[in-house]
């Protein structure tokens, strides 16, 4: 206390001169130290910063882990966050982009030289379909047609010739009947045009002349059922009158007659040459003919080869029943054959050619082929033709189709028919999904399926050939279960099929789950319990069964740094 005293007793003038010379100690301390550093060399004195600024990062770093491990603060306080299950609506939604085009475009070109003459039309005219655009002089164009035309008909009668000596290669009758007198036909042997295979007697009906008295007209008519009498046979047939022929026969006896052709169809049992008579009622009188008369084959001819060749096969056999169509002679054709397809190939050459010949001169008197707006006009009267270059281009935009894509995870939810919203540049209207594609593209492994939109146009406000956004609703229900997706986990259950669980706080429900494998830390008193998921937005989620309203279900801890 007396020290202290005794300081307090010292005069002000002691003290200035102890501080005065302190003061002029220190500096000529620094001023020696400022001294050494300017005259230091700048190489040491870099280095001695790079030590200082190491030292310090140093010092940080053991601050940091002091307080970390050491220190009072740095100790993580786990919150679990819950949610609960509850009642509202959620809507499913398909976004992407596309691009639009016109519903069509049409462009009008002259491939032949000559001169435009007329142009009806301007550029940003709105036209219909068949309205004129223009006239164009092309003697060019006409000459085209009339030689295409002819190259046409010119193959075709080629076609035809060889199509007459092709039929011939596989032999066939043109009606039904039985085969006699064949000659014998080995294959490998070579036959000529013209030469006579087998007689072919259509035996399926045969006919029957008949003469009757002239007082018997007109009792007698076509279609009429007689009764034939076969006595070989010992049995009578029924046939039909084919045709009456109003003749005048004169029997020795001094009676006038006409005749009757009569058919009989045959089941197999009739041939040519037998006798028959047809006799018929009358007004209950039964009519006789004036005498019996044979039977005769329906018809008679002879196959005869068509072109010759070298035979291939052959079915001819007498007495065989064939049909209409049924081949019995196959004869080489091979060159045939390969000279009928390079026609046909010329020939539909030749027709696109005329096809394009006559676009061509129709277009030099051209109409409007669809409705739409003149979007391009490239001449004036008396100029001439570009022939490389369309001369008038029309685009429809009354609708516009939009080309856009939707990834393998939504493409079951997008279906022809539905509602689509727009939007362009802020420009918004409405559409419809034309199709969609079973064909996708994979990219970054993710498969994209391409669509097709439609939206009206008629104002032209959507811009073609521009990117336009899109949105659809999938799917949506106005009063379902919901959770946000983050509480809904995918794990394994014991025989490794995978399920969709929630962790439901409280008491063990009936329903909780055994077994299974997750791949986090669940806290306890949650317990998982098995749901069935449907629709879902960027949130939540609709849960179809598995919990109830109200339950609280685990969603997530949160974990919070405390210092001290």
């Given at each position: 206390?007396?020290?202290?005293?005794?300081?307090?007793?010292l005069?002000?003038?002691e003290?200035?001169?102890?501080?005065?010379?302190?003061s002029?100690?220190?500096?000529d301390?620094r001023?020696g130290?400022?001294?050494k550093?300017?005259?230091?060399p700048r190489k040491?004195?870099?280095?001695?910063?790079?030590?200082?600024?190491?030292?310090?990062?140093?010092?940080?770093?053991?601050?940091g882990v002091?307080?970390l491990?050491?220190?009072?603060?740095?100790?993580?306080?786990?919150?679990v966050?819950?949610?609960?299950?509850?009642?509202?609506?959620?809507?499913?939604?398909?976004?992407?982009?596309?691009?639009?085009?016109?519903?069509?475009?049409?462009?009008?070109?002259?491939t032949?030289?000559g001169?435009?003459?007329?142009v009806?039309?301007?550029?940003?005219?709105?036209?219909?379909?068949?309205?004129?655009?223009?006239?164009?002089?092309?003697?060019?164009?006409?000459?085209?047609?009339?030689k295409?035309?002819?190259?046409v008909?010119?193959?075709?009668?080629?076609i035809?010739?060889?199509?007459?000596n092709m039929?011939?290669?596989?032999?066939?009758?043109?009606?039904p009947?039985?085969l006699?007198?064949?000659?014998?036909?080995?294959?490998?042997?070579?036959?000529?045009?013209?030469?006579?295979?087998a007689?072919?007697?259509?035996?399926?009906?045969?006919?029957?002349?008949?003469?009757?008295?002239?007082?018997?007209?007109g009792?007698l008519?076509?279609g009429?059922?007689v009764?034939?009498?076969?006595?070989?046979?010992?049995?009578a047939?029924?046939?039909?009158?084919?045709?009456v022929?109003?003749?005048?026969?004169?029997?020795?006896?001094?009676?006038?007659?006409?005749?009757v052709?009569?058919?009989?169809n045959?089941?197999?049992a009739?041939?040519?040459?037998?006798?028959?008579?047809?006799?018929v009622?009358?007004?209950?009188?039964?009519?006789?003919?004036?005498?019996?008369g044979?039977?005769?084959?329906?018809?008679?001819g002879?196959?005869?080869?068509?072109?010759?060749?070298?035979?291939?096969?052959?079915?001819?056999?007498?007495?065989l029943?064939?049909?209409?169509?049924q081949?019995?002679v196959?004869?080489?054709g091979?060159?045939?054959?390969?000279?009928m397809y390079g026609l046909?190939?010329?020939?539909?050459?030749?027709?696109?050619?005329?096809?394009?010949?006559?676009?061509n001169?129709?277009?030099?008197?051209a109409?409007a082929?669809?409705?739409?707006?003149v979007?391009?006009?490239?001449t004036?009267?008396?100029?001439?033709?570009?022939?490389?270059?369309?001369i008038c281009?029309?685009?429809?935009?009354?609708?516009?189709?939009?080309?856009?894509d939707?990834?393998e995870?939504?493409?079951?939810?997008?279906?022809?028919?539905?509602?689509?919203?727009?939007?362009?540049?802020?420009?918004t209207a409405?559409?419809v999904?034309?199709?969609?594609?079973?064909?996708?593209?994979?990219?970054?492994?993710?498969?994209?399926?391409?669509?097709?939109i439609?939206?009206?146009?008629?104002?032209g406000?959507?811009?073609?050939?521009s990117?336009?956004?899109?949105?659809?609703?999938?799917?949506?229900?106005?009063?379902?279960?919901v959770?946000?997706?983050?509480?809904?986990?995918?794990?394994?259950?014991?025989?490794?099929?995978?399920?969709?669980?929630?962790?439901?706080?409280?008491e063990?429900p009936?329903?909780?789950l055994?077994?299974?494998?997750?791949?986090?830390q669940?806290p306890?008193?949650?317990?998982?319990?098995?749901v069935?998921?449907g629709i879902?937005d960027?949130f939540?989620?609709e849960?179809?069964?598995?919990v109830?309203?109200?339950?609280?279900?685990?969603?997530?801890?949160?974990?919070?740094?405390?210092w001290?």
């Amino acid at each position: 206390m007396s020290e202290v005293m005794e300081r307090k007793d010292l005069t002000m003038d002691e003290v200035p001169e102890v501080s005065t010379a302190v003061s002029a100690e220190q500096t000529d301390q620094r001023a020696g130290l400022t001294h050494k550093w300017k005259g230091m060399p700048r190489k040491k004195r870099r280095k001695i910063i790079r030590w200082i600024v190491i030292v310090l990062i140093l010092a940080l770093l053991g601050f940091g882990v002091y307080k970390l491990f050491g220190g009072k603060g740095g100790k993580g306080e786990e919150q679990v966050i819950t949610d609960t299950v509850q009642y509202g609506s959620i809507t499913s939604k398909v976004e992407g982009s596309g691009m639009t085009r016109a519903k069509e475009n049409a462009a009008i070109t002259i491939t032949t030289p000559g001169t435009m003459t007329e142009v009806l039309v301007t550029e940003g005219q709105q036209v219909t379909a068949g309205d004129p655009l223009f006239v164009v002089d092309s003697p060019e164009a006409v000459k085209a047609v009339e030689k295409a035309r002819q190259d046409v008909e010119g193959i075709q009668k080629q076609i035809s010739a060889l199509q007459k000596n092709m039929a011939g290669l596989h032999l066939a009758p043109s009606y039904p009947g039985k085969l006699m007198n064949v000659k014998t036909l080995n294959p490998g042997d070579v036959i000529s045009a013209g030469t006579p295979l087998a007689d072919l007697n259509d035996d399926t009906r045969l006919r029957l002349e008949q003469y009757y008295s002239y007082a018997y007209e007109g009792d007698l008519y076509a279609g009429q059922e007689v009764q034939v009498s076969i006595p070989s046979m010992m049995s009578a047939l029924t046939g039909k009158v084919e045709k009456v022929n109003m003749v005048s026969r004169i029997t020795p006896e001094g009676s006038k007659l006409f005749s009757v052709t009569i058919l009989v169809n045959n089941e197999g049992a009739l041939t040519a040459g037998m006798t028959a008579s047809a006799t018929v009622t009358v007004n209950g009188e039964t009519v006789y003919p004036y005498e019996p008369g044979q039977l005769e084959y329906y018809r008679t001819g002879q196959l005869v080869a068509l072109v010759g060749g070298t035979v291939i096969s052959s079915k001819l056999v007498n007495y065989l029943h064939v049909e209409p169509g049924q081949v019995l002679v196959n004869i080489d054709g091979e060159d045939s054959e390969a000279e009928m397809y390079g026609l046909q190939e010329r020939l539909e050459a030749a027709q696109q050619e005329l096809d394009k010949a006559q676009k061509n001169l129709n277009n030099c008197r051209a109409t409007a082929p669809i409705s739409g707006t003149v979007i391009g006009l490239t001449t004036t009267a008396g100029s001439e033709i570009d022939t490389q270059a369309p001369i008038c281009t029309i685009s429809d935009t009354s609708t516009v189709l939009i080309n856009a894509d939707v990834d393998e995870r939504n493409v079951s939810l997008v279906k022809a028919g539905n509602a689509v919203d727009l939007n362009q540049w802020d420009h918004t209207a409405s559409g419809v999904v034309e199709s969609v594609s079973l064909s996708s593209t994979v990219n970054n492994g993710v498969a994209r399926y391409p669509i097709v939109i439609s939206a009206d146009n008629p104002d032209g406000t959507l811009q073609v050939n521009s990117y336009i956004s899109y949105s659809l609703i999938a799917s949506e229900n106005d009063n379902c279960l919901v959770l946000p997706l983050q509480c809904v986990r995918t794990v394994s259950l014991e025989d490794g099929t995978p399920a969709s669980v929630v962790y439901v706080k409280g008491e063990k429900p009936a329903n909780a789950l055994e077994g299974i494998m997750a791949d986090e830390q669940i806290p306890e008193g949650f317990w998982p319990v098995q749901v069935e998921i449907g629709i879902q937005d960027t949130f939540n989620v609709e849960i179809k069964s598995g919990v109830e309203e109200g339950m609280e279900v685990f969603t997530q801890i949160q974990t919070t740094e405390v210092w001290g």
